[in-house]
């Protein structure tokens, strides 16, 4: 009899052994799997941020290139243009001849020397505002750009917002970066200058006045634009869309500064420039170069 009792009792004790071997073993699977999923779900996070970020920074809803970056910034700006829209001084009377500035930002690039072919082809000038390039190409580009007519304008050295706008001190070292690479290729002594994302940008670290000071302590005066072509935009908009933009604002005022860009991947705006300077022609606009005569377009304004 006890060792009848002795030999279930040691029967139980295994079973209860191996009963808790394979506890055991399923708490350590559940524990492992449930440990894959949590890293497998931070992976998964993180890749889809990453990804979110870049189809954000494709579709221009994030900075990452110049062009990207000028459309957050640009994003901006429809109150000031709203507000041009009722700046009683500058809207256009029927009878008004209307003063159009095309302006081109970014260049030179390797569709200028197209631009400058159209615009000579039609005897029209216009602005450049250029940035920081010293390939032999592009000093031939700036060349062109004075000796055709065209006022060159500053649009920094570097164009990067994170570098022009941390501090005055960087701020002033591009300009005179770009001044002088101006002054060195062509002899012109640049007084104009167009803000990168303009006055009114929303990513200065430093409040813009002080810029704006700078800039009127150093004679240089400095353009924004109350007509938009919408060719800074991720919105892709065909050759006839970007006139049809341009034209929409220009019949508003007496002077008109547009919003133009010359850099690579603007093929649209290349097309879309003999339609836009024979719709100004056909709506009795005269199209002019930038100069002290110019009536100022600044968005934002310091006393
Ligand atoms: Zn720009």
Redesign the pocket.
């Known amino acids: 009899m006890m060792i009848q009792e002795k030999r279930e009792l040691r029967k139980k004790r295994n079973k209860l052994k191996r009963v808790n071997r394979i506890k055991t073993g399923i708490i350590t699977f559940v524990g492992l799997y449930m440990l894959f999923s949590m890293i497998m779900t931070t992976v998964l996070t993180f890749k889809v941020v990453s990804l979110q970020r870049q189809i954000n920074v494709i579709t221009g809803k994030e900075s990452g290139t110049?062009e990207t970056?000028?459309v957050a910034a640009e994003s901006e700006d429809e109150t000031y243009l709203t507000m041009y829209a009722t700046a009683e001084d500058n809207l256009a009377d029927p009878d008004d001849t209307l003063k159009v500035y095309l302006t081109f930002?970014?260049g030179p690039s390797s569709n200028t020397s197209e631009i400058l072919n159209i615009l000579d082809d039609y005897g029209v000038k216009a602005t450049f505002?250029v940035?920081g390039k010293e390939d032999e190409e592009y000093k031939e580009l700036y060349k062109r750009i004075v000796d055709e007519g065209h006022t060159i304008g500053m649009?920094s050295y570097s164009?990067k917002y994170s570098d022009i706008y941390s501090s005055l001190d960087a701020f002033a070292s591009d300009l005179d970066r770009i001044q002088n690479l101006i002054y060195d290729i062509t002899g012109t002594d640049c007084l104009y200058y167009?803000f990168?994302?303009g006055s009114s940008n929303q990513v200065s670290n430093v409040e813009m006045s002080r810029y704006i000071s700078y800039l009127n302590d150093n004679n240089i005066t400095y353009f924004d634009w109350n007509v938009s072509s919408g060719d800074?935009t991720s919105q892709a908009y065909s050759p006839d869309e970007l006139v049809e933009n341009v034209m929409n604002d220009v019949v508003k005022y007496k002077t008109s500064v547009v919003l133009l860009?010359d850099a690579d991947a603007k093929d649209a705006t290349v097309a879309a420039l003999p339609q836009l300077i024979e719709s100004l022609q056909a709506q009795g606009a005269v199209i002019l170069p930038i100069s002290d005569d110019t009536t100022l377009i600044q968005h934002v304004t310091i006393d």
């Open positions: 110049v970056q000028e930002d970014d505002f940035v649009h164009h167009r990168p994302g800074a860009h």
